[in-house]
């Protein structure tokens, strides 16, 4: 097996720093450009930018190609893969790919479901699930087989993170699920964005109580907010998204003008908890389309400088 240098994710996470990642979506179009546009915005700002996989279920630039992109100008790529769009072959065969494109970061998905995208008629896939996805990842770097047994002349040592989302019912089959991606071979998970902390902090208790935290690098996600309308949009239209009351009306509560800093100072607050809380090893930014707000709150939140590539000890 190829003993490469793990991504730089890894390596920070492996050295106990406090990890920043944020995400970036492709654009509906072929122009890499616009992707590396919004690299550019990001650079010295994350530790790894998430590349997602047509999220939305609306047609996009292909997560690896996107992912291909960034690291041309220098940026670490998480490629996510959802198994809405691919069977298991397909699955094997892009993890592959990425790796030997130098992807080093995976996040694995089920991905949302297409009657919300552009292409409602389209058929789902679903031939495995995020759960299974993760195994096979781990299957495939740890013992060089693919699902079907047969020996990998090179195993992709991918580096594997999972979602998770504190804010869905039943919540106390939350934990059970994270203890499931965990076992399947999770390294890393990137959390649902957090606005009800004291629902998240329940969760963490659960997590750490369970012994989940020693096994796991969880970061926390933040989604600065724009408006009162967005608050009230992503609550009752997105699913798992939990907005307390408290918050909406503190949104709504200053001038339309002000909003978007409340929202910034809002991300702010929710950054500073987490940077306290015991089993959090970092925070994942999602500012889709606004990806340019990103080098702000790391900023304002005291996470530069960004640690440069460590070098993983002999």
């Keep these: ?10 390596q920070i996470l492996s050295k106990g720093e406090f990890a920043v990642t944020a995400e970036c ?18 650079k010295g700002y994350a530790d790894a930018v998430n590349v997602t996989d047509n999220q939305t279920a609306i047609v996009r630039m292909s997560s690896i190609a996107a992912c291909c992109h960034l690291l041309q100008i220098g940026l670490e790529p998480v490629v996510q893969m959802v198994t809405r769009d691919r069977n298991r072959i397909a699955l094997q065969s892009d993890i592959m790919g990425a790796y030997s494109l ?3 970061n995976i996040l694995c998905l089920s991905g949302d479901h297409q009657s919300f995208g552009s292409q409602p008629d389209a058929l789902n896939v679903f031939d495995i699930d995020s759960m299974n996805l993760i195994r096979t990842v781990q299957t495939m770097r740890d013992k060089g087989k693919d699902m079907s047994g047969f020996e990998l002349n090179e195993s992709p040592r991918m580096f594997i993170g999972a979602a ?17 991606k965990i076992d399947a071979g999770a390294d890393f998970i990137q959390t649902q964005c957090i606005y009800n902390m004291d629902r998240f902090k329940e969760w963490m208790k659960m997590a750490r109580e369970e012994g989940l935290t020693e096994k796991v690098h969880i970061l926390g996600g933040v989604t600065p907010l724009k408006s009162a309308g967005m608050a009230k949009f992503m609550n009752n239209k997105v699913a798992g998204m939990d907005i307390p009351e408290s918050l909406i ?27 306290e809380m015991e089993g959090i090893h970092g925070v994942h930014i999602m500012a889709i389309e606004w990806e340019k707000i990103v080098s702000r709150i790391v900023e304002e939140a005291g996470l530069l400088p960004r640690p440069l590539l460590l070098m993983i000890d002999d």
């Design 1 to 10: 097996m190829s003993m490469e240098t793990p991504s730089k994710l890894q």
């Design 25 to 42: 979506g492709p654009p509906r179009g072929a122009n890499p450009e616009v992707i590396r546009e919004k690299g550019r915005v990001l």
């Design 102 to 104: 130098g992807i080093k």
């Design 164 to 180: 998770a989302n504190p804010f869905a019912d039943p919540f106390e089959y939350r934990i059970i699920r994270l203890a499931k």
């Design 249 to 275: 009306k503190r949104m709504a509560g200053v001038p339309k003008e002000k909003a978007i800093e409340e929202g910034i100072k809002i991300c702010l607050e929710t950054i500073t908890e987490l940077r």
